[in-house]
Protein backbone atom coordinates (compact mmCIF):
# COMPACT_ATOMS: atom_id res chain seq x y z
CA UNK A 1 0.00 0.00 0.00
CA UNK A 2 1.37 3.51 -0.77
CA UNK A 3 2.53 6.14 1.90
CA UNK A 4 -0.87 8.15 0.46
CA UNK A 5 -3.03 5.59 0.99
CA UNK A 6 -2.26 5.50 4.67
CA UNK A 7 -2.49 8.42 5.22
CA UNK A 8 -5.48 8.61 7.82
CA UNK A 9 -8.46 10.90 6.80
CA UNK A 10 -7.97 13.99 7.09
CA UNK A 11 -4.46 14.05 8.25
CA UNK A 12 -2.56 16.44 7.68
CA UNK A 13 1.47 15.19 7.22
CA UNK A 14 3.56 15.88 10.06
CA UNK A 15 6.93 14.78 11.40
CA UNK A 16 4.96 12.10 13.36
CA UNK A 17 3.39 10.55 9.75
CA UNK A 18 6.42 10.05 8.23
CA UNK A 19 8.16 8.90 11.52
CA UNK A 20 5.44 6.24 11.06
CA UNK A 21 5.84 5.85 7.22
CA UNK A 22 9.61 5.67 7.41
CA UNK A 23 10.25 3.24 10.76
CA UNK A 24 12.30 6.25 11.84
CA UNK A 25 12.23 8.54 15.24
CA UNK A 26 10.72 11.89 15.16
CA UNK A 27 14.26 13.57 16.04
CA UNK A 28 16.22 11.20 13.02
CA UNK A 29 13.46 12.58 10.20
CA UNK A 30 14.00 16.22 11.87
CA UNK A 31 17.26 16.38 11.43
CA UNK A 32 16.89 14.51 7.92
CA UNK A 33 15.03 17.27 6.24
CA UNK A 34 17.23 19.36 7.76
CA UNK A 35 19.85 17.62 5.96
CA UNK A 36 22.27 16.88 8.83
CA UNK A 37 25.87 15.95 8.25
CA UNK A 38 25.40 13.04 10.71
CA UNK A 39 22.34 11.35 9.13
CA UNK A 40 23.27 8.90 6.12
CA UNK A 41 22.66 9.96 2.58
CA UNK A 42 20.34 7.03 2.12
CA UNK A 43 17.78 7.73 4.84
CA UNK A 44 17.89 11.44 3.67
CA UNK A 45 16.82 10.26 0.10
CA UNK A 46 14.03 8.15 1.52
CA UNK A 47 12.42 10.33 4.05
CA UNK A 48 12.46 13.61 1.45
CA UNK A 49 10.48 11.06 -0.79
CA UNK A 50 8.24 10.46 1.37
CA UNK A 51 7.59 13.52 2.52
CA UNK A 52 7.46 14.42 -1.08
CA UNK A 53 4.75 11.79 -1.88
CA UNK A 54 2.53 13.17 0.86
CA UNK A 55 2.74 16.70 0.68
CA UNK A 56 4.58 17.46 3.68
CA UNK A 57 5.07 21.34 3.99
CA UNK A 58 7.59 22.22 6.92
CA UNK A 59 5.28 24.96 9.75
CA UNK A 60 7.55 27.67 9.02
CA UNK A 61 7.03 29.07 12.19
CA UNK A 62 7.88 25.48 14.24
CA UNK A 63 10.79 25.61 12.41
CA UNK A 64 11.57 28.53 13.68
CA UNK A 65 10.72 28.11 17.52
CA UNK A 66 12.55 25.00 17.56
CA UNK A 67 15.69 25.71 15.83
CA UNK A 68 15.87 29.52 15.76
CA UNK A 69 16.08 29.68 11.33
CA UNK A 70 13.83 30.62 9.14
CA UNK A 71 15.39 28.09 6.36
CA UNK A 72 15.66 31.29 4.22
CA UNK A 73 18.08 32.57 2.41
CA UNK A 74 17.83 36.42 0.37
CA UNK A 75 19.14 37.63 -2.66
CA UNK A 76 19.35 41.09 -2.96
CA UNK A 77 19.28 42.38 -6.32
CA UNK A 78 18.67 45.79 -7.82
CA UNK A 79 15.41 46.21 -9.92
CA UNK A 80 17.85 48.01 -12.87
CA UNK A 81 17.01 46.29 -15.89
CA UNK A 82 19.10 43.13 -17.34
CA UNK A 83 19.53 43.08 -21.05
CA UNK A 84 21.11 39.80 -21.12
CA UNK A 85 19.33 37.44 -18.05
CA UNK A 86 22.49 37.41 -16.21
CA UNK A 87 20.38 37.92 -12.77
CA UNK A 88 18.25 35.56 -14.45
CA UNK A 89 21.08 32.87 -14.62
CA UNK A 90 22.07 33.99 -11.44
CA UNK A 91 18.93 33.56 -9.50
CA UNK A 92 18.32 29.85 -11.38
CA UNK A 93 21.52 28.63 -10.31
CA UNK A 94 21.46 30.36 -6.58
CA UNK A 95 17.80 28.19 -6.66
CA UNK A 96 18.63 24.93 -8.32
CA UNK A 97 21.83 24.65 -5.53
CA UNK A 98 19.30 24.61 -2.95
CA UNK A 99 17.08 21.50 -4.42
CA UNK A 100 16.86 18.13 -1.94
CA UNK A 101 18.14 20.86 1.22
CA UNK A 102 15.57 22.57 3.68
CA UNK A 103 16.64 25.87 2.56
CA UNK A 104 15.05 28.32 0.59
CA UNK A 105 15.50 31.18 -1.76
CA UNK A 106 13.93 34.80 -1.83
CA UNK A 107 14.32 37.61 -4.01
CA UNK A 108 14.64 40.86 -1.85
CA UNK A 109 14.28 44.45 -4.80
CA UNK A 110 16.16 47.49 -4.07
CA UNK A 111 15.76 50.37 -6.58
CA UNK A 112 18.72 52.29 -6.90
CA UNK A 113 17.12 55.89 -6.02
CA UNK A 114 16.54 53.57 -2.82
CA UNK A 115 18.88 53.89 0.56
CA UNK A 116 20.77 50.60 -0.42
CA UNK A 117 20.72 49.98 3.34
CA UNK A 118 17.44 49.57 3.41
CA UNK A 119 16.77 45.97 2.68
CA UNK A 120 19.70 45.11 4.55
CA UNK A 121 18.87 46.49 7.85
CA UNK A 122 15.24 44.68 7.36
CA UNK A 123 16.53 41.53 7.10
CA UNK A 124 18.91 41.68 10.08
CA UNK A 125 16.09 43.51 11.97
CA UNK A 126 13.62 40.84 11.82
CA UNK A 127 15.68 38.28 11.27
CA UNK A 128 12.99 37.07 7.88
CA UNK A 129 16.29 34.81 6.46
CA UNK A 130 19.40 33.14 7.61
CA UNK A 131 21.54 34.83 5.18
CA UNK A 132 22.11 37.73 2.48
CA UNK A 133 23.71 36.90 -0.59
CA UNK A 134 24.84 40.53 -2.46
CA UNK A 135 26.41 41.79 -5.59
CA UNK A 136 27.22 45.02 -7.09
CA UNK A 137 29.57 45.16 -4.47
CA UNK A 138 32.01 48.28 -3.69
CA UNK A 139 35.13 48.32 -2.32
CA UNK A 140 34.40 49.66 0.85
CA UNK A 141 30.65 48.65 0.74
CA UNK A 142 28.83 49.75 3.81
CA UNK A 143 26.70 46.07 3.25
CA UNK A 144 29.44 44.30 3.93
CA UNK A 145 30.63 46.76 6.86
CA UNK A 146 27.21 46.11 8.36
CA UNK A 147 26.09 42.84 8.23
CA UNK A 148 30.26 41.93 9.61
CA UNK A 149 29.40 44.23 12.36
CA UNK A 150 26.39 42.36 13.52
CA UNK A 151 27.69 38.70 12.47
CA UNK A 152 24.90 38.13 10.06
CA UNK A 153 25.94 35.13 7.66
CA UNK A 154 26.58 37.04 4.04
CA UNK A 155 28.32 35.85 0.71
CA UNK A 156 29.18 38.22 -2.32
CA UNK A 157 29.05 37.82 -5.46
CA UNK A 158 31.97 40.08 -6.20
CA UNK A 159 34.83 41.24 -3.63
CA UNK A 160 35.03 43.89 -1.18
CA UNK A 161 38.33 45.36 0.68
CA UNK A 162 37.26 42.69 3.51
CA UNK A 163 36.63 39.57 1.39
CA UNK A 164 39.25 38.01 3.04
CA UNK A 165 37.34 37.75 6.11
CA UNK A 166 33.76 36.70 4.56
CA UNK A 167 32.72 34.19 1.67
CA UNK A 168 32.39 35.78 -1.56
CA UNK A 169 32.98 34.40 -5.40
CA UNK A 170 34.17 36.51 -8.11
CA UNK A 171 35.58 36.26 -11.17
CA UNK A 172 39.12 37.77 -11.99
CA UNK A 173 38.60 41.01 -14.13
CA UNK A 174 42.22 42.12 -13.44
CA UNK A 175 43.32 38.91 -15.57
CA UNK A 176 40.36 39.90 -18.60
CA UNK A 177 41.48 43.54 -18.50
CA UNK A 178 45.40 42.49 -19.19
CA UNK A 179 44.72 39.48 -21.39
CA UNK A 180 41.89 41.30 -23.23
CA UNK A 181 44.33 44.10 -24.30
CA UNK A 182 46.68 41.80 -25.45
CA UNK A 183 44.77 39.58 -27.48
CA UNK A 184 43.70 43.31 -29.31
CA UNK A 185 47.15 44.12 -29.52
CA UNK A 186 47.49 40.99 -30.92
CA UNK A 187 45.33 41.74 -33.69
CA UNK A 188 47.08 44.96 -34.65
CA UNK A 189 45.28 47.17 -32.35
CA UNK A 190 47.33 50.34 -30.74
CA UNK A 191 44.55 52.54 -29.32
CA UNK A 192 41.97 51.39 -27.37
CA UNK A 193 38.73 51.95 -25.54
CA UNK A 194 37.93 50.82 -22.89
CA UNK A 195 34.11 50.47 -21.34
CA UNK A 196 34.09 50.27 -18.27
CA UNK A 197 32.13 48.59 -15.00
CA UNK A 198 30.49 51.37 -12.93
CA UNK A 199 33.54 53.23 -11.45
CA UNK A 200 32.03 52.19 -8.03
CA UNK A 201 32.03 48.74 -7.95
CA UNK A 202 35.68 46.78 -7.33
CA UNK A 203 35.27 45.07 -10.53
CA UNK A 204 35.73 47.96 -12.29
CA UNK A 205 38.92 49.13 -10.69
CA UNK A 206 40.61 45.33 -11.17
CA UNK A 207 39.52 45.67 -15.22
CA UNK A 208 40.51 49.06 -15.32
CA UNK A 209 43.92 47.81 -13.53
CA UNK A 210 44.39 45.20 -15.62
CA UNK A 211 44.17 47.22 -18.90
CA UNK A 212 46.59 49.62 -18.20
CA UNK A 213 49.09 47.59 -17.08
CA UNK A 214 49.17 45.04 -20.35
CA UNK A 215 48.60 48.64 -22.26
CA UNK A 216 51.96 50.19 -20.59
CA UNK A 217 53.68 47.20 -21.17
CA UNK A 218 53.01 46.56 -24.36
CA UNK A 219 53.75 50.70 -25.80
CA UNK A 220 50.12 50.98 -26.60
CA UNK A 221 47.46 53.38 -26.05
CA UNK A 222 43.80 52.74 -23.58
CA UNK A 223 41.39 54.82 -22.61
CA UNK A 224 38.50 54.56 -20.32
CA UNK A 225 35.46 56.15 -21.42
CA UNK A 226 35.06 59.22 -19.15
CA UNK A 227 31.22 59.33 -19.14
CA UNK A 228 29.81 55.64 -19.26
CA UNK A 229 29.85 52.59 -18.27
CA UNK A 230 28.96 48.80 -19.27
CA UNK A 231 25.41 49.02 -17.20
CA UNK A 232 24.62 52.24 -19.32
CA UNK A 233 21.06 51.90 -20.92
CA UNK A 234 21.26 51.26 -24.83
CA UNK A 235 20.21 54.22 -26.19
CA UNK A 236 22.41 56.98 -24.45
CA UNK A 237 25.44 54.08 -24.44
CA UNK A 238 25.30 53.51 -28.29
CA UNK A 239 25.29 57.69 -28.90
CA UNK A 240 27.72 58.39 -26.35
CA UNK A 241 30.38 55.50 -27.98
CA UNK A 242 29.35 57.07 -31.79
CA UNK A 243 30.52 60.70 -30.38
CA UNK A 244 33.45 59.10 -29.18
CA UNK A 245 34.70 57.23 -31.93
CA UNK A 246 33.61 60.79 -34.13
CA UNK A 247 36.11 62.70 -32.03
CA UNK A 248 38.55 59.79 -31.62
CA UNK A 249 38.66 58.45 -35.21
CA UNK A 250 42.50 56.36 -34.49
CA UNK A 251 40.54 54.09 -31.92
CA UNK A 252 41.10 50.65 -33.58
CA UNK A 253 39.64 48.70 -30.39
CA UNK A 254 37.35 48.27 -27.77
CA UNK A 255 36.73 46.34 -24.63
CA UNK A 256 33.38 46.07 -23.17
CA UNK A 257 32.68 44.61 -19.76
CA UNK A 258 29.49 43.68 -20.62
CA UNK A 259 27.63 41.99 -23.63
CA UNK A 260 25.17 45.26 -23.71
CA UNK A 261 27.94 47.37 -23.88
CA UNK A 262 28.91 45.25 -26.37
CA UNK A 263 25.99 45.45 -28.84
CA UNK A 264 25.91 48.99 -28.63
CA UNK A 265 29.34 49.58 -29.25
CA UNK A 266 28.75 47.31 -32.86
CA UNK A 267 25.92 49.67 -32.82
CA UNK A 268 27.52 52.92 -32.82
CA UNK A 269 31.38 51.24 -34.89
CA UNK A 270 28.70 51.08 -37.85
CA UNK A 271 26.86 53.75 -37.96
CA UNK A 272 29.95 55.74 -37.88
CA UNK A 273 30.97 54.03 -40.86
CA UNK A 274 33.57 51.17 -39.40
CA UNK A 275 33.57 47.68 -39.94
CA UNK A 276 34.00 45.30 -37.23
CA UNK A 277 36.52 42.73 -37.25
CA UNK A 278 38.38 45.37 -40.81
CA UNK A 279 39.47 48.57 -39.40
CA UNK A 280 38.24 48.11 -35.47
CA UNK A 281 37.67 45.18 -33.18
CA UNK A 282 35.18 44.55 -30.22
CA UNK A 283 36.04 42.55 -26.99
CA UNK A 284 33.15 41.40 -24.61
CA UNK A 285 33.34 39.31 -21.18
CA UNK A 286 29.34 37.37 -21.39
CA UNK A 287 27.73 35.91 -19.21
CA UNK A 288 25.36 34.69 -21.55
CA UNK A 289 26.48 33.02 -25.06
CA UNK A 290 24.55 35.57 -27.21
CA UNK A 291 27.41 37.63 -28.88
CA UNK A 292 28.13 35.45 -31.76
CA UNK A 293 24.82 34.95 -32.95
CA UNK A 294 24.70 39.29 -33.26
CA UNK A 295 28.10 39.32 -34.71
CA UNK A 296 30.35 36.51 -34.81
CA UNK A 297 33.49 38.65 -35.34
CA UNK A 298 33.45 40.19 -31.76
CA UNK A 299 35.92 38.38 -29.29
CA UNK A 300 34.40 37.23 -26.09
CA UNK A 301 35.58 35.42 -22.93
CA UNK A 302 32.76 33.42 -21.02
CA UNK A 303 31.91 34.51 -17.32
CA UNK A 304 30.17 31.34 -15.67
CA UNK A 305 27.38 32.82 -13.58
CA UNK A 306 25.83 29.06 -13.04
CA UNK A 307 28.52 28.18 -11.26
CA UNK A 308 28.33 31.66 -9.32
CA UNK A 309 25.48 31.18 -8.57
CA UNK A 310 25.80 27.25 -7.10
CA UNK A 311 28.92 28.67 -5.29
CA UNK A 312 27.49 30.98 -3.33
CA UNK A 313 24.04 29.43 -2.86
CA UNK A 314 26.31 26.50 -0.64
CA UNK A 315 29.01 29.04 1.04
CA UNK A 316 25.81 30.95 2.35
CA UNK A 317 24.38 27.59 3.61
CA UNK A 318 27.85 26.89 5.01
CA UNK A 319 28.14 30.11 6.87
CA UNK A 320 24.32 29.70 8.62
CA UNK A 321 25.22 26.29 9.06
CA UNK A 322 28.82 26.25 10.15
CA UNK A 323 30.00 29.64 11.30
CA UNK A 324 33.05 28.59 12.78
CA UNK A 325 34.14 27.11 9.72
CA UNK A 326 36.90 29.31 7.32
CA UNK A 327 34.58 31.11 4.64
CA UNK A 328 34.56 29.41 1.30
CA UNK A 329 35.90 31.85 -1.26
CA UNK A 330 37.00 31.47 -4.75
CA UNK A 331 38.13 33.08 -7.68
CA UNK A 332 37.55 32.55 -11.19
CA UNK A 333 39.83 32.56 -13.54
CA UNK A 334 39.20 33.33 -17.35
CA UNK A 335 39.27 31.23 -19.97
CA UNK A 336 40.28 32.38 -22.98
Known sequence: ??????????????????????????????????????????????????????????????????????????????????LTNHTGSLISSIAGAMQGTPFHMNVTPYFPEEDIMKPIR?????????????????????????????????????RSLWCDQHPYYDFDNEIVGNLALRRLVKRGRKNILLIAPPRDQFYAKHMIEGCNAAAADLGVQVTTHPTVTSDFPRVPLTDEVKSFLLDNPNIDGIICASTSAAMASVASLEKVGRTLGDDIDVFAKEAVSILEWFRPGILTVFEDVTAAGAFVARAAMQAVRQPGEPPMQFLEKPDF
Not at 6 to 24: A, D, F, N, V, Y
Not at 26 to 52: G, Y
Not at 138 to 158: A, N, Q, S
Request: cysteine-free.
Open 122 to 158: YIVETRSADAIILNQVTPEDERVKYLMDHKFPFVTHG
Open 1 to 82: MSEEKQLEKGEKPTLKTISRLSGLAVPTVSRALNDAPDIKKATKVKIREIAERIGYVPNRAGVRLRTGRTNVISLVLSTQHD
